[in-house]
């Protein structure tokens, strides 16, 4: 059997929805640990606010933010796995539907005419990366409504190999924290990317936005030492939730590494805001779909 380009539609459909509405537990967890640890009364104000803006998302089925962001879709194709037709095109018709039934803002514009398309698509968007999953019958799916407070607050630099790659990627997280305060709506989650080229490493910091749980440390000792240490500078900055002062600026810190140039390294931050919104599901040969952090929704 082959997955056709009708359940993908019906699938990615169903994450944007998801996605926009429903935050996956762990940051839902993630969220009220911060606010179990914070002794300010604003921090533990403005965490409330977000733990009741969630829950009236829940409630009413309304979207999580007024910025429904702009779509990427991570696909992660399994070397067993058959697809009949354009899955691309059908995971774009999944996001023109999405954006009319859920709804979701328009926010898709021609970077230079500023034309919207009305339809969150057009002009290379939705934006899609394909893997290769070694021998799999399935295709992983995860969609990412991406907000842009927190995008565009991405940074990057480059360190000469000749110095200390890791001291130079803490000053380089901290320093896009001072500058950034409560921009990207923090309590955030910060992808970290070292190494590659400067859309590699950029890309890679960004899926490690997405690693679940929150927190989970890279395999890689040195890196997951890294990443605790940076998390815990960033909070002792003590810039709290929304930047008004507290514990909890950065839910987590993941870092991904690429092999890199002899010469030179590139280092790429970028935050994704409290609301956290994305949705995985695996679609099988068979037809079956399984929804990852979404269950009760996917039933």
Request: proline fraction near 5%.
């Amino acid at each position: 059997m082959a997955i056709s380009e009708q359940l993908i539609e019906d699938v990615v459909f169903n994450l944007m929805k998801f996605a926009s509405i429903e935050l996956p537990k762990d940051v839902v967890d993630s969220l009220k640990k911060a606010h179990e640890r914070e002794d300010s009364l604003v921090a533990k104000g403005q965490l409330e606010a977000i733990l009741k803006s969630v829950q009236i998302s829940h409630d009413k089925q309304i979207g999580l933010c007024q910025d429904t962001g702009v779509p990427i879709i991570y696909a992660d194709l399994g070397t067993n796995c058959k697809i009949d037709g354009d899955p691309n095109a059908a995971m774009t018709r999944a996001v023109v539907r999405a954006t009319k039934e859920v709804p979701l803002r328009q926010n898709v514009i021609n970077p230079l005419t500023k034309a919207n398309s009305g339809t969150n698509t057009g002009w290379g968007i939705p934006y899609f990366h394909w893997d290769m999953e070694g021998d799999k019958d399935y295709v992983e799916i995860m969609a990412v409504p991406k907000g842009f407070g927190s995008e565009m607050r991405g940074s990057q630099c480059w360190i000469l190999s000749s110095e200390d790659v890791s001291r130079g990627a803490v000053k380089a997280v901290l320093d896009v924290v001072e500058d950034s305060m409560g921009e990207p709506c923090p309590p955030v989650i910060i992808g970290v990317g070292i190494g590659g080229f400067s859309d590699s490493s950029m890309a890679i910091a960004k899926k490690a936005l997405f690693r679940t749980p929150i927190g989970t440390r890279n395999a890689d000792p040195i890196v997951a030492a890294l990443e605790e240490e940076i998390e815990t500078a960033v909070n002792n900055m003590e810039l709290g939730p929304m930047g008004f002062g507290g514990k909890t600026y950065t839910l987590g810190v993941h870092i991904e590494i690429s092999g890199s140039h002899t010469a030179v390294i590139p280092v790429s931050v970028i935050f994704q805001c409290w609301a956290c919104r994305y949705s995985k599901a695996r679609i099988y040969n068979d037809g079956r779909v399984e929804y990852l952090t979404h269950p009760e929704g996917g039933k």
